[in-house]
């Protein structure tokens, strides 16, 4: 990646998303040194670093974006339903949530498909002390260009998990 570039992808942008993936792909340029490429694992993990901290920040919006328009999963959610599932979920959890995300597995059953293995934390702030962890499966294509979730599921876990 030259100079150039590395400041297009620096400039701030509109979305609080964009701003975490285009930081998280200039990071990952300098580590590797200019010119190199990042690898597909380095860009599914990137976009797994979207996800929590659009999660983190309560952008329902920019969540939905890194998912697929052919979304589908065992719950019966297409992509507008996971959308809005995910942001039930971000305001029943309120201000001050935490999520934590534990990459276990990025396997790559095709050139263009991943599969991903996540343990999840999520924790809400007030009252709610509690926290919930999920084991977490998914799928995630590339589509132009780009990562995007095209299938998850998910099941309670043990605390121990996100160790």
Not at 43 to 55: D, F, N
Not at 80 to 101: C, D, N, P, Y
Not at 118 to 144: I, K, N, P, Q, T
Request: some cysteine; proline content about 4%.
């Amino acid at each position: 990646m030259d100079l150039a570039r590395l400041r297009l992808a620096a400039r701030p942008t509109s979305s609080g998303l964009r701003t975490v993936c285009l930081g998280t792909v200039a990071i990952a340029a300098l580590l590797l040194g200019c010119g190199a490429t990042p690898t597909p694992e380095q860009e599914v993990r990137a976009v797994l670093a979207a996800l929590e901290a659009a999660a983190e920040g309560g952008q329902a919006g920019d969540f939905a974006e890194l998912v697929s328009a052919s979304y589908a999963d065992p719950y019966g959610h297409d992509r507008e339903k996971l959308r809005t599932f995910v942001a039930f979920h971000v305001m029943q959890s309120g201000r001050g949530r935490e999520v934590i995300v534990r990459v276990r597995d990025v396997q790559f059953p095709e050139p263009e498909r991943a599969a991903v293995t996540l343990a999840v934390g999520l924790s809400g702030a007030g009252s709610r002390l509690s926290a919930e962890v999920y084991a977490v499966d998914m799928d995630l294509a590339r589509e132009d260009d780009a990562w995007r979730i095209s299938w998850a599921q998910w099941r309670a876990a043990p605390a121990t998990d996100l160790l």
